[in-house]
């Protein structure tokens, strides 16, 4: 069913106001509701006691550095593949590129295209893209 509000003597005009005010201030008052309810959920699971930290064993402390050393180079990784691609192209980029992002079946393409002297101050992303197209043939 269709509401005809200027028929029924309502102006949208008048309503465009309140809800950018909503769009606006939406988000934060549920963030907000949710830190409240989870606050207090978490004192009624998790009551404060006068409880020792447990000592960890060798074992222990070194499965936790491995997993922070591993975590550490995985989120290095990820940013390596989703930043530098979208930097321009200048030595850094390239010698990044070379170690990371660069196939060894894309090399030899992938080298033409860097030598062409257009791909200065491009996009790194779209010179490997060329590469992978390149190949592709």
């Known amino acids: 069913m269709w509401l005809n509000l200027k028929a029924a003597g309502l102006d949208y005009q008048c309503f465009v106001g309140y809800w950018d005010w909503w769009t606006c201030w939406l988000p934060v008052l549920l963030l907000a509701g949710n830190l409240t309810l989870a606050r207090s959920w978490w004192k009624c699971f998790h009551p404060a006691r006068g409880k020792l930290k447990p000592q960890l064993t ?3 402390v070194c499965l936790r550095a491995v997993a922070v050393f591993l975590a550490s180079w ?5 940013a390596i593949h989703l930043v530098v691609p979208r930097m321009a192209v200048n030595d850094f980029t390239l010698s ?5 992002l660069v ?3 894309w090399r030899a393409d992938f080298d033409f295209v860097v030598s062409n002297s ?5 996009r790194l992303g779209a010179l490997l893209d060329h590469a992978e197209l390149a190949n592709l043939q």
């Not at 995985?74 to 990820?78: D, E, G, I, Q, S």
């Not at 257009?118 to 491009?122: A, E, I």
């Open 74 to 78: 995985a989120l290095l990784l990820t």
């Open 58 to 60: 060798l074992l222990e």
């Open 103 to 105: 196939r060894q079946e």
């Open 118 to 122: 257009v791909s200065r101050g491009k």
């Open 96 to 100: 990044v590129a070379d170690e990371f």
